[in-house]
């Protein structure tokens, strides 16, 4: 199985600030297709988890121009400006290009 | 606007089995692949498998091929999971997702004696 390291496992940021999570996998994620399926999750407490970044890089609907996405092959990396207080919660990696899906381990973003 | 309603939570016995179901609207429900996740208590992600609706096309983790089994009913536009021969690390929140862009609000399954 693919396996998705995040890091930090933890961030303490404060409000207005910015950050990044990194999440790197143990193999390449380009599709034979071309496409890269990395996509970014937000779950917050309580709640399921919510679709930030699909296909590395692509803000999905509603999602504010605060999160972006990059990276390529087997090195990814959300940057979160301006940190507001709704995006407190657990960070998640996922790649579907390779059979099992998996996701990463998770990041904690807290307030400072 | 598109929408998972999971059925309710469940209290189960070990060695039992459970089956959920997951109902889509808002889209046309043949058309996109319903994703199964496992997230046990304070743990993280665990992609279960998935089901194409129109297709009936499955992929599952090697993990729980024979623990879990999709169907779907197009009549209803539901996806439904049964979970088999269950164990307390059965434990867990079980999401159903739209091609994973949509969740549902997760069934909480409980497995006790």
């Known amino acids: 199985d693919v396996v998705m390291t995040q890091t930090p496992v933890s961030l303490s940021v404060s409000l207005g600030g910015q950050t990044s999570i990194s999440c790197r996998s143990s193999q390449s994620l380009v599709h034979s297709d071309g496409n890269t399926y990395l996509y970014w999750y937000l779950q917050k407490p309580g709640q399921s988890p919510q679709l930030l970044i699909y296909k590395v890089s692509n803000r999905f609907s509603g999602v504010p121009d605060r999160f972006s996405g990059s990276g390529s092959g087997t090195d990814f990396t959300l940057k979160i400006s301006r940190v507001e207080p709704e995006d407190l919660g657990v960070y998640y990696c996922?790649?579907?290009?390779?059979?099992?899906?998996?996701f990463g381990a998770g990041t904690k973003l807290e307030l400072k | 606007q598109v929408q998972l309603q999971q059925s309710g939570a469940e209290l189960v016995k070990p060695g039992s089995s459970v089956k959920m179901s997951c109902k889509a609207s808002g889209y046309t429900f043949t058309s996109y692949y319903i994703y199964w996740i496992k997230q046990r208590p304070g743990q993280g992600l665990e992609w279960i498998g998935r089901i194409g609706p129109g297709s009936g096309d499955t992929n599952y983790n090697e993990k729980f091929k024979g623990k879990a089994t999709f169907t779907v009913d197009k009549s209803s536009s539901t996806a439904y999971m049964q979970l088999s021969s269950l164990t307390p690390e059965d434990t867990a929140v079980y999401y159903c997702?739209?091609?994973?862009?949509?969740w549902g609000q997760g069934v909480m399954v409980t497995v006790s004696s």
């Open positions: 996922y790649q579907g290009t390779h059979y099992p899906n998996t």
């Open positions: 997702a739209r091609s994973l862009a949509y």
